[in-house]
């Protein structure tokens, strides 16, 4: 069974930082692209990024562009997603996402077109 594992979300005021994680059982995420997506109260789930299997590949929205870094330690078989400069919009149930390619695809912001999707982890930028 393919599951996806979120950690890392909390409490963090205005302008600090976070990191999650995303690991993976049932399968080898390692080969596989992963995404993150996003989804705020009251709002449509929204495609944060994306990095392609080997890492070379890194695909952010530009609501995030520059704040947030997504990297990936395949010899952990884990992807972060580091969150630097938080504002209270960001404010989210963040999502680890895959559809088990390689690569990120052009629409990988399209947040429907994920297959496989994990439980999600809260972070609350709030003072």
Do not use: M
């Not at 990095?51 to 562009?65: E, L, W």
């Not at 972060?80 to 504002?87: A, P, V």
């Not at 989210?92 to 895959?98: D, I, L, Q, S, W």
């Amino acid at each position: 069974q393919v599951q996806l594992v979120e950690s890392g979300g909390g409490l963090v005021q205005p302008g600090g930082s976070l990191r999650l994680s995303c690991t993976a059982s049932g399968f080898t995420l390692d080969y596989y692209a992963i995404g993150w997506v996003r989804q705020a109260p009251g709002k449509e789930r929204e495609g944060v990024s994306c990095i392609s299997s080997s890492g070379k590949s890194t695909y952010y929205a530009d609501s995030v562009k520059g704040r947030f870094t997504i990297s990936r330690d395949n010899a952990k078989s884990t992807v972060y997603l580091h969150l630097n400069s938080l504002k209270p919009e960001d404010t989210a149930v963040y999502y680890c996402v895959t559809e088990k390619t390689s690569e990120c695809a052009k629409t990988w912001d399209l947040y429907y077109r994920w297959d496989y999707w994990g439980e999600g982890t809260l972070v609350t930028v709030s003072s």
